[in-house]
């Protein structure tokens, strides 16, 4: 497995592909199809960018740090606005400002517990921000016409139980996928298989890194920190983030050094 991921990062170059959804980089494979690095939406190569320019503006605004504008423009964005995909979109930005407002906690600086006390807070509001819109999602999914019947609905629908913790919900929609385009059912099965620590994950992650699927790469990690090997899930880590900008690897490895910190002392 070492030599197959690293071989697929090695072989990695900057993709000017970007997700429809949220308007982050999206690494395609020789399919030309991909997930994004972001909000791991499934993007065939004839997916329209339909929300790209306001998305990815959000984007720019995380990138120079500016959270609280970013916030603002989600909100704007969303507001009145029952498409799924969008609301998809929008549910991945919030968790993201939720994961940076609790990984910005500091017991160094004078103050801290005032102001570590008002980031977890914030956190917690992004967060019940994010499943409300995952919710809103999955509900106007099932409102609209011929939904069970489209691949990217039922990927989105199993996406969206899956980052809400529905793991029952997410496999139903799996179950539906059509075995072709094979990418859709072939990701949600192994996320899947990752959050419900299911025998057959190891093997879900291996076959997408053969088939050139970056993420998956990430959720390698994920299931060395599963099964306790942290080591070995930092170092897959750190190599990842030198080429990959996907914010829950950030996360994931700063989740991990923090563990490490406290197993030393």
């Known amino acids: 497995?070492?030599?197959?991921?690293?071989?697929?990062?090695?072989?990695?170059?900057?993709?000017?592909?970007?997700?429809?959804?949220?308007?982050?980089?999206?690494?395609?494979?020789?399919?030309?199809?991909?997930?994004?690095?972001?909000?791991?939406?499934?993007?065939?190569?004839e997916t329209p960018a339909k929300y790209k320019p306001a998305l990815s503006e959000i984007q720019k605004l995380i990138d120079l740090g500016k959270i609280e504008d970013a916030k603002a423009k989600a909100d704007a964005i969303i507001s009145g606005?029952?498409?799924?995909?969008?609301?998809?979109?929008?549910?991945?930005?919030?968790?993201?400002?939720?994961?940076?407002k609790y990984y910005d906690l500091n017991y160094s600086r004078k103050g801290f517990m005032e102001e570590n006390s008002a980031n977890i807070y914030y956190s917690l509001d992004m967060t019940s921000k994010s499943k409300e819109m995952f919710y809103k999602a999955i509900k106007t999914?099932?409102?609209?016409?011929?939904?069970?019947?489209?691949?990217?609905?039922?990927?989105?629908?199993?996406?969206?139980?899956?980052?809400?913790?529905?793991?029952?919900?997410?496999?139903?929609?799996?179950s539906m996928m059509k075995e072709d385009p094979s990418l859709p059912k072939e990701y949600s099965r192994m996320v899947y298989s990752i959050e419900t620590k299911n025998?057959?994950?190891?093997?879900?992650?291996?076959?997408?890194?053969s088939k050139g699927n970056a993420n998956a790469i990430y959720y390698l990690a994920?299931?060395?920190?599963?099964?306790?090997?942290?080591?070995?899930?930092?170092?897959?880590?750190?190599?990842?983030?030198?080429?990959?900008?996907?914010?829950?690897?950030?996360?994931?490895?700063?989740?991990?050094?923090?563990?490490?910190?406290?197993?030393?002392l």
């Open 199 to 209: 025998k057959e994950a190891y093997e879900r992650i291996a076959s997408l890194i």
């Open 141 to 174: 999914t099932l409102g609209t016409e011929g939904s069970l019947n489209s691949t990217q609905s039922l990927y989105l629908l199993s996406m969206s139980n899956l980052k809400l913790k529905n793991s029952i919900e997410a496999i139903k929609y799996i």
């Open 81 to 100: 606005n029952m498409d799924p995909s969008l609301l998809y979109g929008a549910a991945n930005i919030y968790s993201f400002i939720s994961d940076f």
């Open 1 to 45: 497995m070492q030599s197959n991921y690293l071989g697929l990062l090695s072989g990695i170059e900057d993709s000017d592909s970007k997700c429809g959804f949220c308007g982050s980089q999206v690494f395609l494979t020789a399919k030309n199809e991909g997930v994004c690095n972001f909000c791991e939406a499934y993007i065939p190569s």
């Open 222 to 264: 994920k299931y060395y920190v599963n099964n306790k090997k942290l080591e070995e899930a930092k170092l897959i880590l750190e190599k990842f983030n030198e080429k990959v900008r996907m914010p829950m690897s950030v996360f994931l490895l700063e989740k991990i050094n923090r563990l490490l910190e406290e197993i030393a």
